[in-house]
């Protein structure tokens, strides 16, 4: 069956510290890739996806990810984390003769001042 | 500024009512989605919609109806038959490919009474 893991609910960082959330997907072709933000209340926004090409892939407000197919894992990265970064992180999986995406339960990040 | 818009960003019904929350895009996106999120359970899709006057069940239908008489909306009505219908809504739009970036609005939170 298709799914996608967020292995973390909650993940606790001090603020400038590193940060790293993790995303395992089971899926049957080549997938393609999304994570996503969402701020307490608010729709969702796209951080930055993976379709080919190179397994490291930048995205917007510092973050990178990068896919392992070997591990079936695409984990999102963030050398310095801010107290602006505080939001669930949410990984999709897709494919492009599907509409549908399916979606990891998300990770909470909490910032330490 | 093109987006999609959701309104009302909070809704209170009673048992038993029907109510329709609305779903507007000005991006001139093909496809739109209706997502359901419940905490700790990631985005689960309603409907969604290829192009105008079609629509597919997405996982939990059940409940929930959806039209698309127009490119730019696409409204769910939450009927009395959704047994537990208080929850956030989400609803996103993309350009009409399964890979394509889904853009998402503010959300509605109902609060069934």
């Known amino acids: 069956a298709q799914s996608v893991t967020q292995p973390d609910i909650h993940i606790t960082v001090s603020e400038g510290a590193s940060l790293e959330l993790r995303c395992n997907y089971s899926?049957?072709?080549?997938?393609?890739l999304f994570w996503y933000v969402q701020s307490p209340g608010q729709g969702l926004q796209l951080l930055l996806k993976?379709?080919?090409?190179d397994t490291l892939v930048q995205g917007i407000k510092g973050f990178e990810a990068e896919f392992k197919r070997s591990q079936s894992s695409f984990n999102l990265r963030k050398p310095s984390v801010h107290w602006s970064d505080a939001a669930e992180y949410f990984c999709?999986?897709?494919?492009?003769?599907?509409?549908?995406?399916?979606w990891g339960a998300g990770t909470k990040l909490i910032i330490k001042p | 500024d093109g987006g999609i818009t959701q309104s009302p960003k909070y809704l209170f019904r009673k048992e038993g009512q029907n109510v329709t929350l609305s779903c507007e895009q000005n991006?001139?996106?093909?496809?739109m989605y209706w997502y359901r999120q419940d905490p700790g359970q990631g985005l689960r899709l309603i409907y969604y919609?290829?192009?105008?006057?079609?629509?597919q069940k997405g996982d939990i239908a059940e409940g929930y109806s959806v039209s698309r008489e127009k490119k730019e909306s696409f409204p769910l009505t939450v009927t009395s038959a959704q047994k537990n219908p208080t929850a956030f809504y989400l609803c996103?739009?993309?350009?009409?490919?399964?890979?394509?970036?889904?853009?998402f609005g503010p959300g509605t939170r109902l609060t069934v009474l």
């Open positions: 899926y049957g072709a080549t997938p393609y």
């Open positions: 919609s290829q192009i105008v006057n079609d629509f």
């Open positions: 991006l001139n996106h093909d496809a």
């Open positions: 993976y379709f080919s090409g």
């Open positions: 999709a999986v897709g494919h492009d003769s599907n509409y549908q995406l399916i």
């Open positions: 996103a739009s993309s350009s009409g490919q399964g890979t394509d970036t889904q853009y």
